[in-house]
Structures are given as C-alpha cells and as structure tokens.
C-alpha cells in the first residue's frame, strides 16, 4: 500500500531559494511504496514566486497567503489546507531555504518506520562551512550532532521535520497564535507532554545557513519608540506570544518574569 506524504512550505519574496529548495527535493529519491504531494503557501510574495513556481513545478498546490503570515501561521495554514484536502499519512515540515540532500528521504522515512509512525523524526543541517545550522535539542537547549544513530531529543528547529498522522491526530496543528517562531519549539514540547519521542535521525539531510542577526528591539543605537515598534513585530520577540509560551511550558511565575524582563531588555538595552 502506497504512503502518502504532504511536504508544507511557506515562503515569501525568496523566490530564487524557494525553487531551488523545490528542485532539490525533486532530486530525491523517494523509497519504494511512498509518494508526496507539496503544498505551499505564498505569503504574498511580490517577486514573482507563485509564477515561477507555476512554470518550474506545475504541480505544486499553491496557496495564496495575506502577506501577514510569517512562518508559523503559514507552516499552520499549508497543514490545515493539506490535512483539509487528504488524509496524508506523514506530513514533513520544509523550510524554503533548506536544500535536501539526495538521499535524505531515505533515510527520514527509514526512522519513522523503526517506531511504526507513531513519533516525530528530526532532521539536521548544516551551513556551507559543513556547521550543524538547524535540528534538534536536548533539555540544556544543547544543538544534538548525528552520530550515526537515532537520539531523543525534547524540542526541535521547524527547518525539516517528518511527523505521522498518528502525532498529528494527537497533538494537532501548529498553535495559531505563534506569529513567526515558537511554534516548532511549542509543538515539540506539546508533543513531549503526551509521550511523543522526539527523534533526531543520525545523519544530516540538507544544507541551510544561519539567520544570526542582531535583533533591532536590542540595538541600543535605535530610537525606544523603534526598539518597541521591533520588539513587538512578527520577527521580534513579541512578549504576549512568550507569554503563552512561557505560560504552557513552564508556569505563571515564569511567565511573568520573561514578559518583565524581556521589557526591560528592549527599554535598556
């Protein structure tokens, strides 16, 4: 019997990456009894991203976003549309700017077959340098370098990630609340407090550089007002979204103490 697989990305006005992140996982082998499907939402893309797909990957399900969107709530959407459309049986977070190697769904699909679909496979990857870039954590926020073997991990970045129907039907979608970021890291840890493993597959599976800017909202050259207006947009650190966040995974104690502090560290930084 033939698994199904949704492949979610989301993108917006990176329209060169998101088709060669397109055209490297075209580039790979897919093992005997499974088939994929793409889904990806363009968040209103203005550099001509939905139209070059159309004519590259004509059958890639396009779905159009508002332009507000950002990671989380487009990842959200791209599921939503795809679990909405079908009853997939594995559905694999792709980030655009992340380039699968060849052999990269052999060896994810291989993991989620050791634990009969019934847990979250992480993959890793590296920067141009050959540095480990995206994967998985341990509990110490410690980034976990394959070796060659399956290795728990507790939460995890959202670039290349296999999750099953069976997780899916237990922890749901992303939490739409979650603008741009957190909503890999929450979903992990959701995923952890039913008993979901969490695995790290032990090789790396593509290549995808490091975003590392320094924020604005902590840039103490920047006007407060500015410093403000960035702590609070959909790239910044937005402190009623860690709220929610500190709130679930920790408690109300900690909840409040990130929401003063991370104020404080945007008034002085």
């Known amino acids: 019997m033939i698994q199904s697989i949704a492949v979610l990305i989301t993108c917006h006005n990176r329209k060169t990456k998101t088709l060669a992140c397109l055209d490297a996982l075209y580039k790979c082998k897919v093992p005997e009894g499974y088939e994929y499907s793409i ?13 070059a797909v159309i004519v590259s990957f004509p059958e890639v399900h396009i779905i159009q976003g508002t332009g507000n969107l950002y990671w989380n709530r487009g990842m959200y959407l791209a599921w939503k549309t795809a679990s909405d459309t079908f009853d997939y049986d594995l559905y694999l ?16 699909l291989s993991a989620t077959k050791n634990f009969n679909s019934k847990a979250i496979i992480v993959g890793t990857t590296f920067t141009n340098n050959k540095i480990i870039s995206y994967g998985g954590f341990d509990l110490r926020r410690r980034i976990i370098e394959p070796n060659g073997e399956l290795q728990e991990c507790d939460f995890f970045n959202g670039n290349c990630v296999l999750i099953p129907k069976h997780v899916f039907s237990k922890v749901g979608n992303l939490d ?21 493993k969490r695995y790290v597959i032990g090789q790396v599976i593509g290549a995808c550089e490091l975003h590392e800017n320094s924020p604005k909202w902590l840039d103490k050259n920047e006007l407060l007002i500015s410093r403000l207006k960035a702590l609070y947009s959909p790239l910044g650190c937005n402190p009623f979204q860690f709220f929610v966040f500190d709130y679930r995974q920790n408690n109300i104690l900690v909840a409040i103490k990130h929401f003063i502090s991370i104020h404080y560290k945007a008034i002085f930084p």
């Open 93 to 108: 977070w792709l980030n655009d700017d992340t380039f699968l190697y060849e052999d990269a769904l052999i060896h994810l």
């Open 39 to 51: 889904f990806l939402v363009d968040d209103g893309s203005t550099d001509g991203t939905s139209d």
């Open 176 to 196: 739409y609340r979650f603008h741009h970021s957190l909503g890999d890291i929450d979903y992990g840890i959701r995923a952890g407090k039913i008993n979901i």
